[in-house]
Every structure is written in structure tokens, then in C-alpha cells.
């Protein structure tokens, strides 16, 4: 990537310039390095007694979150008149004390000693008392963002809290997502401390124009919905976004949600997407121990699905899982894992569940067909879990003895049509030559 390089570019006349910075291949963004970017940002964002809510990832992201925390803490911390962090759970299970601190890469002792002023707190995405209405999405700008595909007006919510603060300010990383198309900015705010109205609406909007439309692609419809939706927070809106490589520190932006984001969108999509000239008949996607569960297990799906053949056969690998989702559990047992072709064609038996289980349904099981009762999906999904094989087969979900898989036995076998993934779930795997399913022409 050359040499280790500042670079500035004006978003407007009235919004800082964001700043970032690239480490050169095999290197790492220094603490050091990361003090400078933050300190050139903050040259142009006043937080002199601002109160400042600083909004965090849970554990299911790979971030240098800490890091970056404990920077921007010890450069604000006497100018704002508060710090605090909200983890931005989206409908994901609240964190303890301790797992947050964790997450900020200290002890709870620690945090006691070192930031003594700082509250932690957990979105509530679904408490009614924990959330206020700032506006709606008129059923014409649905029209118009969702390319033509839905009109309906879309009730916008979020966490009362930001009412405490007059300063917003994001540390999240920047991934290929299946359903935005690359994770982080504005993100964090819808879905991640939102109620579930937008939620809904946008992941089945993602659902409908299809993952291999949407994953590794920057300006996606679902990417113009949050963008809009996010607009209507009245706060002073930031954002401080790293980007990581299979964990190495590769980038670091701060800027506007939106600026940071497109620029670490972009390294994103240099380094965590990987190319192949062939699809695989089998893949073997190891879920790393942060996904607890299959809603987010599940990203070992989407994350692959792009380079699998035609009839073949991915595997999820997780030999520590046995939730379903501890959140969503009850409703996906109830649909099950479906194409969204199954789904639109039985509209009336289905839309009355959460748009958001119907996306996450449909995500899992990949592309597929619903003709004359019969469905017919693209590959085949084996999941290999603690999760039994009954269990699978009423999710209509392939099951594997997780006992029976050595992940060595699958390494260094690709010239066979085998591939094996270690640690699944935030690369993308995408082939060269797009086939005709993905909006390519074809082999």
C-alpha cells in the first residue's frame, strides 16, 4: 500500500476535515499514531464542556476498540463536561459490566481507577420507555431510496439517551456486510442504538435485493436508508473508524460518520475481500468463539456463500455453539431458514412475523427458488455445532457431527475444490469473475 501517509479531504466548510492514516502491508497503527490522527480531528471538533456518549461494538466485531477508547478518552476527558459509552447492541443480548470493560480493553478495576467519570450503558432496543420517535421515513422516500422495490412510511427510533448529549461519537470497525453492504458510520447508529422499525424495514430491504447484490458493495439502497435515517439525529455526529486484517490495526479514519466511513470503506474492500478463480463443492467456515449463536454465526455464511459451486456445500463449524439466538430464538424456530424467494411467494403466511428474522432467514439459507411448493436452494448449509440434528432439520438447516470434522484434514486442498476458512465471519470471499446469480454473466 506504499508508504505510511496523513490524508486529509474537506467533507464541508462547516464539518471537520477527517483524518486518517494507512499502515504499510505487514505493519500495525501504532497507539502512538493513533494519538496523532485523534489529536489532528479534534483540532476542528470543538468538545469543550460538551457531554460527550461514545458508542461502541459489542464483543462480535474485531476491533482495536480499546486502543482507540483510551486515546480519545485521555484527549477529552478534560475538555468535556462527560464521557460516557453506550454499546450498540442493535437486538443483540445486553453485555455484562465486566464484558464491556472487556470490550474497552481494561478490568473492571481499571475502569474504576483510570476513568472513575465514565458510565456504561446497553441499548434497549426493545423497551418502549428507552426510546423516543425523531421523525418518520415518508412512504415517497422509501419509494425513492429502496430503488422502487417498497412504499410504506417507516416510524424512526432511537435511544432516548442521546437527549443527555450533545456530542455523538462512534469507535467502530468497517467490514463487508451482507446487508448494508460494508458495516460502520452511520450503522452504528441504525440498527445499533435504534429501535426495531428501521431495523426491520432495511434488513428485509437487503434481503430482497439479495446478499451478492449487497456484500463488498459501498452505495447499496440499504446504505442510503441508514445514511437518511441518521440525518434526522439532531446531535453532533462522529466518528473514529479502524479497520483491521485478519486483526492486524490496518487503518484508522476520524471524521464524519459519513466520511470516515467511505474512506474506511475502501480499505475495507481492498483488504478484507479475497478473490478466487474458481468456486469450491465444499467449504469449511469455522466460526470463531465470539459467535456465540447462530444470528451471528451466521456471517460464516455469508461471508463465503459468493465462492461456493453451484450444489455445493458449506459448512458452518462451531463446535462451541448452542444457541439458535437467545434474542430471536422463538421466532426463527417458527420460519425456520428459508430462500426469500420461499418467502415473498408466501407473503400472506409471512409477513406479519419481524422483517429483520425474515432477512436473517433468508441470509442464512443463500439463494434459492419457490416453484409449485418446492423449494430448491443454491447450496447446501450443514451446520456443525452442539445444536442437534433435529434441531437442524426443523430449521431445514444440514447437520454434521462437529466431533467428525478435523479442520486440518480440509487445509491446503483447493486445487481439489476444497476450501478451509479458520477464523470466518468478517473477510469476504468473492470469485474474479462474477457468475450469472451474482449479476455477472456468467463463467
Not at 492486524?248 to 483488504?271: C, I, N, Q, V
Request: with cysteine; charged share 25%.
Amino acid at each position: 500500500m506504499g508508504r505510511l501517509a496523513f490524508r486529509i479531504a474537506a467533507m464541508s466548510s462547516d464539518l471537520p476535515l477527517p483524518e486518517s492514516i494507512i499502515a504499510p502491508s505487514g505493519k500495525e497503527v501504532s497507539s502512538n499514531q493513533v494519538d496523532q490522527v485523534i489529536a489532528r480531528w479534534l483540532t476542528g471538533t470543538d468538545l469543550v464542556g460538551k457531554r460527550v456518549l461514545v458508542i461502541v461494538p459489542d464483543a462480535t466485531r474485531t476491533a482495536p476498540i480499546g486502543t482507540v477508547f483510551k486515546s480519545l478518552h485521555r484527549q477529552i476527558a478534560g475538555q468535556a463536561s462527560c464521557v460516557h459509552v453506550i454499546v450498540a447492541l442493535g437486538t443483540h443480548p445486553p453485555m455484562s459490566h465486566d464484558a464491556i470493560c472487556d470490550r474497552l480493553e481494561t478490568t473492571p478495576a481499571d475502569r474504576e481507577r483510570d476513568y472513575p467519570g465514565v458510565r456504561l450503558f446497553n441499548h434497549a432496543w426493545d423497551q418502549d420507555a428507552a426510546l423516543k420517535t425523531i421523525g418518520t421515513l415518508s412512504r415517497d422516500e422509501v419509494h425513492a431510496l429502496s430503488d422502487g422495490r417498497f412504499s410504506l412510511d417507516v416510524e424512526v427510533r432511537v435511544n432516548r439517551m442521546i437527549d443527555d448529549y450533545d456530542d455523538l461519537i462512534i469507535i467502530g470497525p468497517v467490514f463487508p456486510h451482507e446487508v448494508v453492504g460494508f458495516s460502520g458510520g452511520n450503522k452504528y447508529f441504525f440498527p445499533g442504538i435504534s429501535g426495531p422499525e428501521v431495523l426491520n424495514f432495511f434488513h428485509w430491504l437487503g434481503a430482497v435485493v439479495t446478499t451478492p447484490m449487497v456484500i463488498g458493495n459501498k452505495w447499496t439502497p440499504v446504505r442510503k436508508v441508514v445514511d437518511r435515517v441518521a440525518a434526522m439525529i439532531p446531535n453532533r455526529k462522529h466518528c473514529l473508524a479502524p479497520v483491521v486484517d485478519g486483526g492486524r490495526f490496518a487503518g484508522f479514519f476520524a471524521g464524519t460518520p459519513e466520511g470516515a466511513w467511505d474512506k474506511a470503506s475502501d480499505l475495507s474492500a481492498e483488504l478484507n475481500i479475497e478473490y478466487r478463480d474458481k468456486p469450491f463443492h465444499t467449504v469449511l467456515s469455522c466460526a470463531p468463539r465470539m459467535y456465540d449463536e447462530i444470528w451471528v454465526a451466521a456471517k460464516c455464511m455469508y461471508k463465503l456463500e459468493p465462492v461456493v459451486a453451484d450444489g455445493g456445500e458449506l459448512i458452518i463449524y462451531a463446535p462451541h455453539l448452542h444457541e439458535v439466538s437467545v434474542t430471536h430464538g422463538e421466532w426463527i424456530r417458527k420460519i425456520g431458514y428459508h430462500c426469500c424467494d420461499y418467502i415473498v411467494k408466501q407473503w400472506d403466511r409471512f409477513k406479519d412475523f419481524p422483517w429483520g428474522i425474515l432477512a436473517h432467514s433468508s441470509h442464512v439459507s443463500g439463494l434459492g427458488t419457490y416453484e409449485n411448493g418446492v423449494e430448491k436452494l443454491r447450496i447446501k448449509v450443514t451446520l456443525a455445532s452442539q445444536i442437534p440434528a433435529d434441531e437442524c432439520r426443523r430449521l431445514n438447516l444440514h447437520y454434521r457431527d462437529p466431533d467428525t470434522i478435523n479442520p486440518d484434514d480440509y487445509a491446503n486442498r483447493e486445487d481439489e475444490g476444497i476450501l478451509l476458512v479458520r477464523k470466518a465471519g468478517e473477510r469476504l470471499f468473492h470469485l474474479r469473475q462474477k457468475p450469472a446469480w451474482a449479476g455477472g454473466t456468467g463463467a
